[in-house]
T-cell receptor, first 112, second 112 residues
């Protein structure tokens, strides 16, 4: 099955700096890579996703890059703000695309 | 549009008790799933369903039962609660099996 590894587990940045979270996956056939944000006391919410036919996707201050050869993808947050503080999860499809395997999460703290 | 609704939000059980966690969605999604979230372990799939009448096991199914009699509802049953089942439980739904999951707000369960 798919194995998704996520690093770092915790990340502290100063407000205005950039944050980068990295994930690796094991199944070379995977073709869809989402990122979810979980605020305290809430369920995860999809913030951005990328398909394997593109190398990068941007949405305002967040971007995701994909390196299919190395089997890793990253979340980039620029000009971080206190409201970016949350737990972020990467994920990849598994089990014949009927399941989703999540990374172990990254707790991002943006220091004002 | 309520999205995915989970009840209850909090529950305390004694070892050996049984209970049902409720999950309902109003988006007409075929795919529904249950995850548990434990510190440092991310989101682990318990059971999932690809449509009414169809369920299958995820990564950590032991001690849990599910059924899917309607498209809208996907309850999770704990047959005989154990302290190891203390966790936060999330229900999710999506149009497909792996894309754009919508999560409920979670149920925090403590088993004493």
């Amino acid at each position: 099955g798919e194995n998704v590894e996520q690093h770092p587990s915790t990340l502290s940045v100063q407000e205005g700096d950039s944050a980068v979270i990295k994930c690796t996956y094991s199944d070379s056939a995977s073709n869809y890579f989402p990122w979810y944000k979980q605020e305290l006391g809430k369920g995860p919410q999809l913030i951005i996703d990328i398909r394997s036919n593109v190398g990068e996707k941007k949405d305002q201050r967040i971007a995701v890059t994909l390196n299919k050869t190395a089997k890793h993808f990253s979340l980039h947050i620029t000009e971080t703000q206190p409201e970016d503080s949350a737990v972020y999860f990467c994920a990849a499809p598994s089990g014949g695309y009927q399941k989703v395997t999540f990374g172990t999460g990254t707790k991002l703290q943006v220091i004002p | 549009n309520a999205g995915v609704t989970q009840t209850p939000k909090f529950q305390v059980l004694k070892t050996g008790q049984s209970m049902t966690l409720q999950c309902a969605q109003d988006m007409n999604h075929e795919y529904m799933s249950w995850y548990r979230q434990d510190p440092g372990m991310g989101l682990r799939l318990i059971h999932y369903s690809v449509g009414a009448g169809i369920t299958d096991q995820g990564e950590v199914p032991n001690g849990y039962n599910v059924s899917r009699s309607t498209t809208e509802d996907f309850p999770l049953r704990l047959l005989s609660a154990a302290p190891s089942q203390t966790s936060v439980y999330f229900c999710a739904s999506s149009r497909t099996g792996f894309e754009k999951l919508f999560f409920g707000s979670g149920t925090q369960l403590s088993v004493l």
